[in-house]
């Protein structure tokens, strides 16, 4: 099964910071990772796909990269309601498989 | 735009079977992967598996022997069954659709998701 590590496990930041999210695989998936986040009580909502693909709707200060192994979501100018958690997903092969989780707070 | 909605008992007893459905509304369930996940504090987001509208199936190993998926399109839903289930099997459980864009050959996971529902296992 290929792990998921993502770094960090939490961070604390401040209203129009750039932030920086990594997650990285046991093996090489090549760009078949997407990034979700998600805010207390609701579902996950997909931000990335593809690696670098903005989902449609999503603001233009998420931004993905990498492949292979190691992948970044950052984003370019912290906004009140990006405060949530975030998690990769790897979907190269089965059992797909999310990372952790990296909890964005306020700081 | 398509939305997806959990239902089902939110209190299982130990040892008997889990069962949820999922139904999909503003929108076919053809030619897509129909997900179950479910989430946990301790361990987090686990991909239990897909259906396809064509009927194959997909299931975590983790689970698999325990896990069944099925389709039902004429009601616009896919279901859920845990066989055995304990208190490790206690989270909310989602439903998610997956697809493969054919013009980019861009597989997209996960999008939209239903709400989710929690799903006690009690002794």
């Known amino acids: 099964d290929i792990q998921m590590t993502q770094s960090p496990s939490s961070l604390s930041a401040s209203v129009g910071d750039r932030v920086t999210i990594t997650c990285r695989a046991s093996?090489?998936?090549?760009?078949?990772l997407a990034w979700f986040q998600q805010k207390p009580g609701k579902a996950p909502n997909r931000l990335i796909y593809?690696?670098?693909n903005l989902q449609s709707g999503v603001p233009s200060r998420f931004s993905g990269s990498g492949s292979g192994t190691e992948f970044t979501l950052t984003i370019s100018c912290l906004q009140s309601e990006d405060f949530a958690t975030y998690y990769c997903l790897q979907h190269n092969s089965y059992p797909y498989s999310f990372g952790q989780g990296t909890k964005l707070e306020i700081k | 735009q398509v939305q997806l909605q959990e239902s089902g008992p939110g209190l299982v007893k130990s040892s008997e079977t889990l069962s949820l459905t999922c139904t999909v509304s503003g929108g076919s369930m053809n030619n897509y992967y129909w997900n179950w996940i479910r989430q946990t504090p301790g361990a987090g987001l686990e991909w239990i598996g897909y259906i396809h509208s064509s009927g194959s199936t997909k299931y975590n190993p983790s689970l698999k022997s325990r896990v069944t998926i099925s389709l039902d399109t004429s009601k616009n839903q896919f279901s859920l069954k845990v066989t055995s289930v304990t208190a490790v099997d206690t989270a909310v459980y989602f439903c998610?659709?997956?697809?493969?864009?054919?013009?980019?050959?861009?597989?997209?996971?996960?999008?939209?998701w239903g709400q989710g529902t929690l799903v006690t296992v009690s002794s």
């Open positions: 093996q090489d998936i090549r760009d078949d």
């Open positions: 593809a690696a670098s």
């Open positions: 998610a659709r997956g697809s493969y864009d054919i013009p980019t050959g861009y597989w997209e996971w996960f999008d939209p």
